[in-house]
């Protein structure tokens, strides 16, 4: 059963979320909300995201400042929890709408199919390790490789030169460009402000907001 | 797109095989499609990602090592990125992976 944890989809229509599911990803959503860390706290979902920036299948290291940095420089109440959008030239624009919203819920949306992309990587990287008797641990492993155009050229663990397929240069450059140049930083200086994983204007989003104007 | 190299340090998931399977089981989930499964597992790994992430930045700054809400420049992040010390990283990540599992799993029952 668990193998297939590296292959799902995080996606799923709300319709077809069984009760069971949906009651125990509420009570993790409660939890995030008890320590206001939940989808509307722009903070630590920005501190996460940059996070993941510098972890190829893991989780630690702080680039994540940089992420929240530049979302302040745009948003005005960033200590609060980023609850008041403004505009180009400074100007308030919004509190917490709608909009908001849509906008935590795609990155929420984007944190799972990442997680779910480096679940992929790090079966993957596991895998090409055994073929070659690497050894790995917790911690301390160095992964080195080389990427164009969204394929890996060249690949090492802790080393070592590993011979990659093509189909495993193609997986694993997918997988990175999925978690690390899909263009879906949603932070508001970002272009991507207010779209949607398919480029479309994000859920809530006001009908005079202008991806295109950020 | 340039050639990009990347060095990266791994640091393991959260959960190994074993103790995702025990959590599906502790919220009798085991009926549920394997898919459902993994969305909650992503889901926990997701809030835990977030816990450490929380914790991190609290001893960081309690420590003196950032200002709370002092925006940073990449080059202070770089810096700061290079101080931090690994093993207590990996200590501070077991920590919270267990206490935001047995939160998760107690909260159920």
Redesign the interface.
């Known amino acids: 059963m668990f193998e297939s944890f590296k292959q799902v989809k995080p996606e799923e229509k709300e319709a077809e979320i069984n009760p069971k599911e949906r009651e125990a990803l509420a009570r993790i959503d409660q939890l995030e909300q008890d320590l206001n860390i939940g989808s509307g706290s722009d903070r630590i979902n920005f501190w996460v995201r940059g996070l993941k920036r510098t972890a190829l299948v893991g989780v630690i290291s702080l680039v994540a400042l940089g992420c929240d940095a530049r979302h302040q420089e745009t948003t005005g109440d960033f200590s609060s929890g980023g609850d008041v959008v403004t505009n180009s030239s400074g100007e308030i624009i919004d509190t917490r709408s709608e909009f908001q919203k849509g906008l935590a819920e795609e990155r929420q949306k984007r944190h799972m199919i990442e997680r779910d992309k480096q679940n992929q990587m790090t079966e993957k990287i596991k895998e090409l390790a055994k073929s070659k008797n690497i050894k790995l641990d917790e911690s301390n492993n160095q992964i080195e490789y080389q990427i164009n155009e969204h394929v890996i050229d060249t690949l090492k663990i802790n080393g070592v030169v590993i011979d990659l397929s093509p189909e495993d240069k193609q997986f694993l450059g997918e997988a990175h460009h999925e978690i690390y140049f899909d263009g879906s930083d949603l932070s508001p200086d970002s272009p991507e402000q207010g779209r949607n994983l398919e480029g479309n204007k994000t859920l809530g989003a006001p009908d005079w907001f202008n991806p295109d104007d950020f | 797109?340039?050639?990009?190299?990347?060095?990266?340090?791994?640091?393991?998931?959260?959960m190994d095989?074993q103790t995702?399977?025990q959590i599906i089981e502790s919220?009798?989930?085991k009926?549920?499609?394997?898919?459902?499964?993994?969305?909650?597992?992503?889901?926990?790994?997701?809030?835990l990602?977030?816990?450490?992430?929380?914790r991190?930045?609290t001893e960081l700054i309690a420590d003196g090592k950032?200002e709370k809400?002092k925006?940073?420049?990449?080059q202070e992040?770089d810096d700061?990125?290079k101080k931090?010390d690994?093993e207590k990283?990996?200590r501070l990540?077991q920590e919270e992976s267990v206490a935001?599992i047995e939160?998760?799993v107690n909260?159920?029952h």
């Not at chain 2, 993994?38 to 809030?47: G, S, T």
């Not at chain 2, 990602?49 to 929380?54: F, G, I, N, S, Y």
């Open positions: 797109m340039a050639p990009l190299i990347g060095l990266i340090q791994t640091i393991f998931n959260f095989e995702k399977k919220l009798d989930l009926d549920l499609p394997a898919e459902a499964q993994v969305r909650v597992i992503n889901r926990l790994e997701l809030f990602e977030k816990r450490v992430t929380l991190l930045m950032i809400d925006v940073l420049t990449d992040l700061l990125t931090i690994k990283l990996t990540i935001g939160e998760f909260q159920h």
